[in-house]
């Protein structure tokens, strides 16, 4: 008797019966992320690249100072000079849309996590299921869902640069001193407000390192994405290798090194102080956010606010 698990039939016939139920919400999904792309590359190629390259000098000297600043625009005149410029603007496009996608998805979820265990349990093995997983195996369900061209490619990138997002916030509201939290609790803050005002900036720096890691898993899904018809930088590396054309693989390769190494530093700038400050002064914006935790908390230190939260217990007032 021959022994076979018909697996790979099932997830077919899985995906048959979501294509014919669930085709108009990725229908909507598609149509969401060629608006998004088509919008972001409208913006990255209708000026001309010098315009471009100046803007993205001058972002690069305000995030990290001159030396970013020069060699971002010496990275950016380089793909000019290998005739890149337009699919790298189309590569680019791809990643800040799968960017946006994956962290929108992965922080909240992380949050859910870090607040409750069984939400934890459950995403754990979800997640080393999508790291684990070869990345151009998710190709399959995105052909199967979107066909060939940019929407398949965003949506494989979305599900492979998940993960890290979802691991690394949990982490960093888990991280959290529990003495700080409790001190808030202590001042009656609600748990929106210590999540806003304590956990969200306290765990800030892990955060920002899995917003890191899903730009830089997004960048490097772009060269797999053009298997799929996603075209920009991928497409060529995809080209060149058909061809054997060697020196299109060197340039179109080294294209999107230059993008990761611009977008690592973009992000790494914004891993501690400053994503504090920018933080601050978003939530400051939202009814009751422009105080800390209980109004004596204004404008203290972490270690202020520990040996206050241990004065109150001391006292028994909390």
Do not use: C
């Not at 969401?32 to 190629?45: E, I, K």
């Not at 971002?72 to 290998?82: K, Q, R």
């Not at 601050?280 to 009751?288: A, I, K, N």
């Amino acid at each position: 008797m021959e022994f076979r698990i018909h697996f790979g039939d099932w997830i077919t016939s899985g995906l048959v019966w979501v294509e014919n139920n669930l085709g108009w919400f990725f229908g909507f999904l598609k149509d969401v992320y060629l608006g998004l792309y088509h919008a972001l590359n409208w913006l990255f190629t209708t000026p001309t690249p010098l315009v471009v390259i100046v803007a993205l000098g001058l972002l690069a000297f305000l995030a990290r100072g001159w030396k970013f600043g020069l060699g971002a625009a010496a990275g950016l005149v380089f793909i000019l000079g290998v005739n890149q410029w337009e699919n790298a603007m189309d590569s680019l496009s791809l990643v800040i849309v799968a960017a946006l996608f994956a962290i929108l998805i992965s922080i909240p979820l992380g949050i859910w996590a870090a607040q409750n265990s069984v939400v934890s349990k459950i995403l754990k093995p979800i997640m080393d299921f999508l790291q684990t997983m070869p990345a151009l195996v998710y190709l399959l369900p995105a052909i199967a869902l979107f066909h060939i061209g940019v929407a398949p490619g965003i949506f494989a990138t979305v599900l492979f640069a998940l993960a890290p997002g979802v691991r690394l916030t949990e982490l960093g509201i888990r991280g959290v001193d529990k003495e700080v939290v409790e001190a808030g609790q202590a001042f009656g803050a609600s748990p929106s407000r210590i999540l806003r005002q304590i956990q969200l900036p306290l765990a800030m720096p892990s955060i920002m390192a899995g917003i890191n890691q899903i730009i830089m898993l997004s960048l490097s899904m772009v060269v797999i994405a053009g298997f799929v018809g996603a075209g920009g930088l991928g497409g060529q590396v995809v080209k060149s290798l058909s061809a054997l054309d060697k020196p299109l693989g060197f340039e179109s390769g080294m294209a999107v090194v230059i993008l990761a190494i611009i977008l690592d530093r973009f992000t790494g700038a914004f891993g501690n102080k400053r994503a504090k400050s920018l933080m601050g002064r978003w939530f400051s914006r939202f009814p009751g956010g422009g105080a800390r935790p209980g109004d004596t908390t204004a404008g203290k230190g972490v270690d202020q606010i520990k040996a206050e939260n241990r004065a109150v217990k001391q006292s028994g007032l909390a």
